[in-house]
Every structure is written in structure tokens, then in C-alpha cells.
């Protein structure tokens, strides 16, 4: 029997996967909020958002559907990770204008394979931790509270990815406590973007249960990450 998906889905999940790529694109660009004493990456101002669309296709579509736009943004992150690697490998320009503006490009799509496979890693695991509790307690709630559900599951799975991502990426070249201030940081700055935006999620996640016709509840189903046959 084959899984039908509707259009909203589709731009649902098109879209949490062009936030997904666009993001490791951004990281790079750090900015300082003021006079704070510490820096965020660029990547703070797309990345929360494929989080709040997790959210939405969680409380949507379950856990079965979500599981399967994450692992889809996985695979054509690494892909896309992967062209860029090959692309900046070609032979250089001959003209010195040409030369400058293929230097621009590499520093940019030159991905350091321990912080690529690292963010790949931290983004499959966080993302499913954060389905897997949005999705846990809407069952345990009844459907209950979707602004708390929402905090706590992007908490949870920020948490998470932030613990795998630092450690991975930056062990050995930045101190311990200069990663704990970078793990702290993102996860509250990403929980205070889904607490700013929450009035707005929850009225879309209400217009796209009606237009839909769904609100599942995952009772009795698996939540191996791996078990992509089951939607």
C-alpha cells in the first residue's frame, strides 16, 4: 500500500529541509547581540525554525511522518555537504578576477569534515529526541498544552543536539567551559526564538489540522528511529 502525501506536507517538509541546508551554510557568520559577552552563529536565524516545523508535523502528521522528513533533511544535508566538498575541489580559475571570486566561494563551501559529520550527527539525534517527546507527550496530555509541549520538546532536543555538536566539533581546540558557555547560549537563545514565535506556531498548527483533517495521536507505535517503512 503506497503513503499518500498531501501538499501542505510536501511544503512542510520541503521547507524544514531548505532551513535545515541553508543553516550550515550560515554558521560561519557570528554576530554579538550588543555589549553580551559572547557570540552566536548566523545559522540562530533559520536553523529554530526546522525545529518549530518538527514540532508542527509531530502534532500534525505523528512521529511515523515526522521521522521521515528528518531523516529526509539528513540525507540531503550530507549530500549537499558532499557536492560542496567536490566543488570546491576543482581545478582553480586561469584569470586572477575569476581566481578571487573562486577563493570567496571556497571559504564559504570549504566544510571541515569533523564539524560537518559533527552537525550531521548532532541534527539526526536532536530532532528525533525532539519528535519523540512532542509526540510522548501529547499522548500522556491528551492533546493538551501544545505551547508547553512545544518549549519543552525544542529544550530537550537542542539540548541534546548542542551537547553532541560542541564537544564533537570544538574538543581540543576550545576549552571545556568556553564549550559549556557555547551549549548554554544556543540552547536558551533557540528556546527563547520558539517561545517568540509560539502565538504564531500555534495558530498555524490549528489552521493545518483543519485544512488536513488530522491531529494524530502515535499510541502503540514504535519509536525506532531507523524504522523508516513505518508511516
Not at 539526526?124 to 512545544?150: D, E, H, L, P, Q
Amino acid at each position: 500500500m503506497k503513503t499518500k502525501f498531501s501538499a501542505t506536507f510536501l511544503w512542510l517538509a520541503a521547507t524544514f529541509c531548505v532551513c535545515l541546508i541553508v543553516s550550515n551554510i550560515f554558521v560561519p557568520r557570528t554576530w554579538q547581540l550588543g555589549s553580551l559577552p559572547f557570540q552566536l552563529s548566523g545559522a540562530i536565524v533559520l536553523f529554530p525554525i526546522s525545529y518549530i516545523i518538527n514540532d508542527l508535523l509531530t502534532e500534525v502528521y505523528g512521529y511515523r511522518k515526522a521521522r521521515f522528513v528528518i531523516w529526509m533533511g539528513f540525507i540531503l544535508s550530507a549530500f549537499i555537504a558532499l557536492m560542496s566538498q567536490l566543488v570546491t575541489m576543482l581545478p582553480d580559475p586561469m584569470t586572477p578576477e575569476n581566481k578571487q571570486i573562486s577563493d570567496n566561494f571556497n571559504s564559504l563551501f570549504r566544510m571541515v569534515p569533523r564539524s560537518t559529520l559533527a552537525s550531521l550527527l548532532a541534527f539526526i539525534v536532536g530532532s528525533s529526541v525532539n519528535a519523540w517527546i512532542m509526540s510522548a507527550m501529547k499522548v500522556a496530555t491528551k492533546g493538551k498544552g501544545f505551547g508547553w509541549r512545544a518549549i519543552i520538546s525544542t529544550l530537550g532536543g537542542e539540548a541534546v543536539d548542542s551537547l553532541i555538536f560542541f564537544p564533537l566539533a570544538l574538543s581540543g581546540i576550545l576549552p571545556a567551559r568556553v564549550m559549556l558557555n557555547l551549549v548554554i547560549t544556543q540552547v536558551v537563545a533557540k528556546t527563547f526564538y520558539e517561545i517568540l514565535v509560539l502565538p504564531f506556531t500555534t495558530v498555524i498548527v490549528k489552521k493545518v489540522k483543519q485544512i488536513e483533517g488530522e491531529d494524530t495521536y502515535d499510541e502503540q507505535i514504535s519509536y525506532n528511529p531507523f524504522k523508516l517503512k513505518d508511516m
